[in-house]
């Protein structure tokens, strides 16, 4: 398969363009001959014009790039080794949405030949690739897995926003349905990769091991969100407690805040849909998610609380909101929390007003029906500075104190800066 890419003879194609298929797609055109296959037709013109409707990659990524983007279906049928990277959220019942992932698999089942391979990258819970998908390839195709066809998963594992460790940069987890396919399948991502691999035992390793990489971010990080609500009540600074006890060496670093996006606020819903099928309700994972999703309810109810105590009156006041998506230096709004902060106090009848540098009204309005301004105005009763922008790291005492009125609360969610000396500061 290797050399047959290599020379161009064979064809790879990914199914899914966006954070995680367009790089991918992108890196392996730089070797092979690459079909970049999505449904969004509007996408697929914005790439074929070198753009990235994700905006993580520049015009850059796509010069010297063998590959031909496409909506049309029948192209995948010229390909031999097929990724996969369509996205895996959950419906409003917090259940695995896997529409995308069958659908896909459909359209590739359809696509499949004797000899070709596909590889999974979404992130699912352990047993979703052979037990949900490899049937509607079979089914699709004819076909029989090992047999006439090879399958695989490989889990993405790159971080939003994170420009030093990119795609190339991280190891790679492999997985086959047999021993000759996970060699195959690690020779084509060794091609691209400076990092390495590490191969699994099976499928189902090597989507639990993704799955609890996330999962285990989430519950360390509730237990910091617990641990700031209990602080509060006591009076003591959450930051401060975990500086102190940092010191010791096997103290692991976790901040509280507010866990949005697409993978770390969604993926333990996943293992948590396997273990109930399987008879087992889990309980620290199911925690750790509560905790997590009741944190903009608890800064509201204190920025609410705070400003009582300054003697205003909540449904009088103006708020403004610095940053909404879902975490630093990103456009990304997906499953942002902010969202939920805004809705909290905007139940509490506090005006809020929105700034975000990196956010697109258009897409902020569309989504959640929240409109975003331009420029922040003045005569505030609190900021909350939800997101660490790099523009709002840079910001001083003297910026808040001359958007906001006379008791002027600032919420630092970030913990970005240290206590300011004439303002009512607070962080989480
Ligand atoms: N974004 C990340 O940083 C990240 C990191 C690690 C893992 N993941 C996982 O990777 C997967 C993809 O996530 P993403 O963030 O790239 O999603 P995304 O929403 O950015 O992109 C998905 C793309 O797939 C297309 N698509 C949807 N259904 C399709 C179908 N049936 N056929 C073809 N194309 C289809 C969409 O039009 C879109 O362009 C998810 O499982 C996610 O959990 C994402």
Redesign the pocket.
Known sequence: MISDLLSKKKLLSV???????LPLALEFAKKFRVIG????EE?IRMMQNGIDP?EELDGDSFLDTDILFTSNADDLKKAHFHII????DIDKHKVPNLK?LL??SK?VGNALKRGDYVVY???VYPGCTEEDCLPILEEMSGLKVNEDFKLGYS??????GDKIRTLTKILKIISGSDEESTQVISDVYLSILEEGIHKASSIKVAEAAKVIENTQRDINISLMNELAIIFDRIGIDTREVLQAASTKWNFHRYYPGLVGG??ISV?PFYLMHKAKQLGHDPQVIAAGRRVNDSIPNFIAKTLVQKMIGVGKNPGSTKVLVMGVTFKENVSDIRNSKVVDLIHELRGYSVKVDVVDPFASSHQLEEEYGISLLDEHHYEYDGVIVAVAHDQYVQLDESFFRSVMNENPIVFDLKGIYNNFEDLIYWRL
């Open positions: 199914t899914g363009l966006g954070y995680v298929g296959f999505d449904i969004n996408r994700s990277g369509v996205p895996t995308p659908a896909a359209t990258e979404s992130t889990p993405e594992r790159i971080v939003p697409h993978c993926d």
